[in-house]
């Protein structure tokens, strides 16, 4: 966002006593158009004056709630709610225009690699990395505004796995925010060992909510006794909104006394750490990396010291995690340089011709596969990051309003266009089988990227982790199918101090479920 915090909408405030000549029943009416005015005069002025047209309508609880809306926007939005049309018309301008344009390969002195092939090189880092983590300069950062819907759930996606949620997932009964806590449990562990520590360090853990999911995601946490964090450890914010419009710019309406509205997008992120306080709060903590990720990769290292290390060493600003893609076609964004500045390039950019061309050794050109894992130093955090104003990309949906569903366009900001203003930028390229598994689509909608595949995919690893214990697990099918497996987050992390308990491993029963 811009460099100068958003105003937000001046109060409005009734007056304290109303005006000699009027009778107090008349007084309190003529208190309410003033309110209506001086909202409606800068709505109005930017094209925007029809949210009041019902306010006669509206009770004194649902004017309370239009107007602190409006607020809540006007706040979101760098220049407030003057600057909404003007943001749509650019982003649908720069809709129209999309194309790749000119386009690199990020230099290969960028990119380091934690996939097994340089097994020095990661011991180094993991050593930096929970040196780090004992002197309490990391925190990591879910990304979990997003409701389950597209995996036929009411809950929000970290709640996946937990009985509260409905579908079962994992053997354990966990959700995902409880496999991620207990993650994070497990690296602190390591760390006071590692470094010879009386009390355990602190990983600040932040959850990004969005304006649907707050509660529920607080309560949850709450009622899961924080899955053993330590309750100030935990820092919730909520992510932005931004209103829905109409093809002619005008804001649609949900009902009478409210405007439509969607999240900002996963690069509401920013904005938000300073809005909410957390970037001053991990600033006093003496935080020096924050890494990020989606909620809906269950094999995600959080906390991965290996990746601390990695950035500590480097001095960059932001550093990514990548992939190989599977093939030239796969639908996933590759990281790119376009005019010389690091970004990510969707896959519906790139054009077939591209996406196919190779380097002479026969390897895909460009195939470092964006998965939604980014780290930062907090220096960017709390500066370029917030100075950038943010690019807003359109999506055309059928919003639901006060007329039925409507056709209609929704705005949001992606995580990695700020990437392009990062002075040091870098790539880790990690192992897909051990690091990335995403759950995108319902069980049984016949597509990829469901909680079974998940499943498939952390049943593998972990059957990979007890068979290099010493564990006589079943070779794998010829397409990587075996019984499903769970080794404990609480247990082990990526593998590691496995073969003290090998010998108590049933491996004969499916599924495996060591706790």
Known sequence: LGPKAPRACAPIECPRTEPPHLPRARACAWADA????ALFDRLSA?????????????????????????????????GGFEALQP?????????????????????????????????????????????LVAKGACAACVLAGGM????????????????EAGENFLPSGKSLFQLYSERILTIQRRAQKHAGLEKEPTVWFLVMTGEATHKLITDFFERKAFFGLRQEQVLFFQQGI?????????????????????????????????????LDKLKAAGVRWVQAFSVDNVLVRVADPV??????DVGADVVVKTVPKRIWSEAV??????????????????????????????????????????????????????????????????????????????LEGFIFDVFEVAKCFRLL?????????????ASDSGKPDTPQTALSSLSRLHRRWLRAAGVKVPEDGAEGQGPVCEVSSLLSYRGEGLEQIATTVDASTDPIVVP
């Open 333 to 410: 964004g590759v990281v790119t340089l376009r005019g010389g500045a690091p970004g990510v390039i969707e896959y519906s950019e790139i054009g077939d011709e591209r996406a196919q061309e190779q380097h002479l050794s026969g390897t895909l050109k460009y195939d470092a596969a964006n998965i939604c894992l980014q780290a930062y130093s907090l220096d960017f955090l709390c500066g370029p990051a917030q100075d950038y104003k943010t690019l807003w990309h359109i999506a055309r949906k059928d919003i639901p309003t006060i007329d039925g569903k409507v056709p209609g366009i929704k």
């Open 242 to 278: 931004m209103p829905c419009f109409a093809p002619d710019g005008r804001v649609l309406m949900e009902k009478h006394g409210r405007i439509a509205t969607s999240p900002d997008g996963n690069a509401g992120i920013y904005p938000a750490l300073r809005r909410t306080g957390v």
């Open 429 to 441: 390229q990690v192992d897909r089988a051990a690091e990335f598994s995403a759950i995108k689509n």
């Open 46 to 78: 930017c094209g925007q004056g029809h949210v009041f047209d019902h306010w006669a309508s509206l009770n004194a609880d649902e004017r309370t709630a239009l107007d602190q809306q409006v607020s809540e926007i006007d706040a979101c939005m760098a």
């Open 34 to 37: 003033m309110e209506k005015s």
């Open 307 to 312: 990746w601390y290390g990695y950035c500590e």
């Open 148 to 163: 389950g819907t597209r995996l036929g759930s009411s809950f929000p996606k970290g709640m996946l796995g937990d009985k």
């Open 87 to 131: 943001a749509l018309i650019d982003a649908i301008k720069k809709h129209e225009e999309a194309r790749a344009g000119d386009i690199e390969c990020p230099p290969t002195a960028w990119v380091g690699r934690a996939d097994g092939s340089d097994p020095a090189a990661e011991e180094k880092w993991e050593k930096m990395g929970l040196d």
